[in-house]
Each structure stands twice: as C-alpha cells, then as structure tokens.
C-alpha cells in the first residue's frame, strides 16, 4: 500500500521532530484526525509532561492534549527510534540567526544526524523549519542520501513547508490556515499533499522546495519591511511635531491601496525579525544587497534605543535623571496574550536602561520570569507600588492591564503600543511612541 493510501485509509503514522510552539500545535493536529503520532523532543521534562497530558504551549490546550495522549494516538520520545516506525516525518524545529546574523542551520543539522540512522525506504520528510532557498534540496536531501544509501525523490521524498503559526491568534490556526506545499518530485508533491490535506483544509501546492521556503520569506519580509517604514513614520513624526496613530488610523479609511501597519519598540517573536535576513544572507552569496530587507532591519533593530530615548525625555521633562530612575516596564512578551519572549524588544529596553542607571523592574502577567545569556531575571508580583516608579514604559498591549489604572496611578508613561489611546483623563503623563 503506497503513502496516500495508507494516509486515506488512517493507517499512517506521523513523526514530528520538534515540539516546541510549531511542532506540538501540528502533532496534536495529526493525532486529531487519527495518523497516530510520534513527537520527538530532546528536552525530556517536556516530553514527561506531554506524556501525562499536560501542555506547556500556550496554543495547545491541555483539555485538548490529554485525550489524544490516552488514546494512544499520541505519544512523546527523547529517543529517535521511533522514527523507523514512521511513514511520515516532519521536522520543526529553531533556526535562529547567529551573532553575527548569519543563518544558523545546526538544529536541523543535529536533527538530521539523530533522525537518519532510523530512515526507511519510501518515507517522506517534510521542513518545516524556516530557511534560506535551496537548503531543502542542496543539504537536506543530501544528508539524508549520505546516511541511507537511497536516492531522494526514488528512495524516499523530501519536501519544504513553511510553519504558519502565530501564536495567540484564536480565528487562525493549524486546520485553517492554507499550507504551502513544494517537493522534489511530483510524486513527492501527492505525497505531501495527501499529508497535509488529512489534517489541514486547504494545500497549495508549489513548483519546489526553493518556491516553498521563499514564500516563508516572502510572507515575513513583507511584515518586517512595512513595519520598518511604519517605525521610521514614528521617528518623522516625532520631528514633526504629529500623532503617528492618528495619522495611520486617517490612512486606514481608505478602502483601497492601503494596508495599515502600526509601530512598536522592536521587532519580535521566532519570523519577523529573522526570517528575511536568512534571504538577504542567501542573496550576498550571490553577490545581489537586500537593500529593503536591511534597511528595515536597522531601523526596527534600532527602535529600542529609540524608546529609551523618549524615557530619558520624558523624565528630563519632569525635571529627572535617567540615572537612579525608578523604571517600571510593562511586558516582556513580545506580543500580546501570549507567554512568547523570543527576541523581544522590550528585553533589549530593559537591557538599555540598566545601561544608562536606571533601576528597571518589569511586570508581565504572562511572563514573570525570562532568561537571557543564561541568566534568569524575575519580575515583581504585582502592580500594588506602581505609584513609587518615575516612569513607566508599555512594551506590550497585554488586554489584562488595566490602562485607566495604569495611567491614573502612574507619574509618566511612555506607550509604545497606543495602549492608552481610549483613555481621557491624565494624558498630560502620556508621552507615545
């Protein structure tokens, strides 16, 4: 019985390698529709608590998690082996940038080196990972050539799909949102296609694998790009003495050739801030400059000193020094609802202020404690001495903050997000972004 058959008929079986905030969302997806399957993590307390039904991804739902896991649909592995049981397998696991922000692959390569020993003709291995065009088929599918003896496209298939997770978002998830699909070959590309549409409502289907990881690309480029030129209408309008809000929020009524973007402190989360430098990386080696991708890069990468800029303002406005400042920052996620700190601006606020003497505290409902560089650093319980800080910065729009609140109990704030803007009284305090 060949794989369409086998995914038809519920018989296949499914790996995903990977169970952090893409790969846990897509296995609980798998196991929903009946593909038993295989989540592999090499952090053994999180495969402990996903084996006794308990989710630490804010998207999955322990509710939701804990059947499938009864059931034995679904079950969690620190060991590899399972792989060979497997008809299918996908791997989603990080692709951060290096200090340099060069494209760092070595979790996929480590992924591969631990999952290869197990392959078996005629399995399927889909990319979920973001990366840069052309690493599906000139280093995946090669590695896994090297360590089988097959021929990929012949002896097993291999594919790209880009992860479309955004966490937090409750309209969009696994099931609804399009997939993208590109493999090797065409019988490759009815094999995953098969695949994906078991569990997900509609797949596109593209030319390649290199088609499939530009548009990742593509999607978070334009994202960063166009928030790059909404954070540099923020700087303008600062010199020009105008509301950046409103002057978006009057653009945004025309109904036609507008899309509005908003500013912030920063870029974060696990693809914007990353993903199109792994294109522009890509386009260097071919000796072509990303000019939009980089400049939109130093901008929104710059944003952060510019929010400790309009702190230090704020406070020499009262009559205060930045050094020995009390400083409250409120939220640390880097978007709102959810628990999610990956690259988020407001540690890099934090990180700026401590820098100039400030005594920085920060608040997230979400995230009382983080770790950067192998430290851990902790938040206050509460907001019951808000009215000892000189300041306060909004890093994050979280709906639990009580911004009436905030803003009467507070001496200044400065508001990156526009959190404020349906309060009346106290705006004297309220300095925006």
């Not at 005629?122 to 599906?136: D, K, M, N, R």
């Not at 955004?166 to 590109?182: H, L, M, Q, S």
Request: glycine share 8%.
């Amino acid at each position: 019985m060949n794989l369409k058959d086998r995914i038809a008929s519920k018989e296949a079986t499914v790996a995903v390698v990977g169970l952090g905030y893409v790969g846990l969302p897509l296995a609980v997806r798998v196991a929903e529709v009946g593909l038993r399957t295989y989540g592999i993590d090499i952090n053994a307390q999180r495969v402990g608590r996903i084996n006794e039904g308990i989710s630490d991804i804010g998207d999955v739902d322990s509710a939701d998690l804990a059947p499938l896991v009864s059931a034995d649909l679904l079950s969690a592995h620190t060991d590899f082996s399972v792989i060979a049981k497997a008809d299918a397998v996908i791997i989603c696991v990080p692709t951060p940038l290096g200090k340099t922000k060069d494209p760092d692959i070595s979790y996929i390569v480590k992924a591969t080196d631990a999952v290869s020993p197990h392959m078996k003709e005629g399995q399927l291995f889909v990319l979920e990972s973001t990366t840069y065009p052309g690493f599906t088929t000139e280093v995946l599918a090669p590695m896994l050539e090297k360590a089988s003896g097959l021929k990929a496209g012949e002896g097993f298939h291999v594919a790209f799909s880009p992860e479309r997770i955004d966490p937090g978002n409750e309209t969009y998830g696994v099931r609804n949102t399009t997939k993208i699909v590109g493999a090797m070959t065409a019988e490759g590309g009815e094999d995953v296609q098969a695949l994906y549409g078991a569990f997900i409502d509609t797949v596109r289907v593209v030319s390649s694998p290199d088609a499939a990881e530009m548009v990742k690309l593509l999607e978070n480029t334009f994202r960063a790009v166009n928030i790059g030129l909404v954070n540099e209408l923020a700087l303008m309008c600062h010199k020009l003495g105008l509301n950046t809000w409103e002057v978006i929020d009057a653009a945004a009524t025309k109904p036609f050739g507008f899309m509005p973007f908003y500013p912030g402190p920063g870029l974060g989360g696990h693809c914007i801030p990353i993903d199109p430098l792994y294109l522009s990386w890509k386009l260097r080696s071919l000796n072509y400059q990303a000019r939009f991708i980089e400049l939109a890069d130093n901008i929104n990468t710059g944003m952060p000193t510019y929010v400790v800029r309009l702190v230090q303002d704020a406070l020499n406005d009262a009559s205060k020094a930045t050094k020995g400042a009390k400083v409250l920052v409120l939220g640390v996620a880097y978007k709102n609802d959810i628990d999610d700190y990956r690259e988020s601006p407001a540690i890099d606020i934090i990180d700026l202020l401590g820098e100039k003497g400030a005594d920085v505290d920060f608040y997230d409902p979400y995230v009382p404690t983080y770790v950067e560089e192998g430290k851990q650093y902790h938040g206050i319980d509460g907001l019951s001495e808000l009215e000892s800080y000189d300041i306060v910065v909004i890093a994050t729009h979280h709906k639990a903050f009580d911004y009436a609140s905030i803003v009467s109990r507070s001496q200044l704030i400065v508001d990156t997000r526009n959190a404020t803007r349906g309060i009346t009284e106290g705006r004297e305090k309220i300095h925006l972004l």
